[in-house]
């Protein structure tokens, strides 16, 4: 992995721990049924709690890592040829689009808790009975698991991809040159002869040539 991941792996693992913490906190200080005072007849008082500022963290954070993941990965959906012809593709493909649901639904969560969770002197009628509203217990930390989820999701769909396509770029640039047929071009492979080698001839066979 090159340093551009080694950043947006450390970054976006940040953020998503981020929204994970922020979002069980929130969980943890959200108004409790108990702490709801009815005041009259219909009318509630609801205590002060962070758990909405909380909540909002969480949602942001989660926002930005779910952008900053999609920006490095890219559409995989929207272009024609979005992935490498194999398992790794696939894999990586599955987990974007499994990414996306999972932060619908956590993005939805903690935003809508947040929201509830600060009704203050609000009450509701149900068949016809005043009660006073507070959220559920496990949404904020259900939230919570999906961010932790979305992120982990992002993030194999990018390591993924990343590796998939950098043993595509090695198998390209190892390739062997192809075979020319047999036939050497080029150069000859031995220079050729200038001249024939020198004789020995014998001084005896000499001087008879010359006699003869």
């Not at 913490?21 to 969980?27: D, K, L, N, P």
């Not at 962070?50 to 559409?75: D, F, K, S």
């Not at 217990?137 to 939230?143: C, E, K, L, T, Y």
């Not at 993030?155 to 047929?181: E, F, H, R």
Request: with cysteine.
């Amino acid at each position: 992995m090159d340093r551009k991941g080694v950043i947006i792996c450390g970054v976006v693992g940040f953020l998503g721990l981020l929204s994970a913490a922020t979002g069980f906190a929130a969980e943890a200080t959200k108004i409790k049924a108990s702490e709801v005072r009815s005041v009259g007849s219909i009318r509630c008082e609801y205590p002060s709690s962070p758990a909405l500022g909380l909540g909002l963290t969480a949602v942001l954070a989660l926002m930005i890592a779910q952008v900053i993941i999609n920006m490095a990965t890219g559409c995989l959906c929207c272009r024609r040829n979005p992935h490498p012809s194999n398992s790794s593709g696939t894999i990586a493909v599955i987990c974007f689009v499994l990414s996306w649901f999972t932060f619908v639904i956590a993005f939805f969560l903690l935003l809508a808790a947040s929201a509830l969770n600060n009704r203050h002197g609000v009450d509701s009628m149900y068949f016809g009975y005043y009660y006073c509203y507070v959220v559920k217990p496990g949404v904020f930390a259900g939230g919570a698991l999906l961010s932790l989820a979305t992120v982990a999701l992002g993030l194999i769909s990018y390591l993924t991809l990343t590796s998939a396509k950098n043993n595509t770029d090695q198998g390209w640039g190892n390739a062997p040159v192809p075979n020319q047929g047999g036939v050497a071009m080029g150069h000859p492979q031995f220079p050729p002869q200038t001249g024939a080698d020198p004789v020995f001839v014998h001084e005896d066979t000499y001087m008879r040539r010359q006699f003869t």
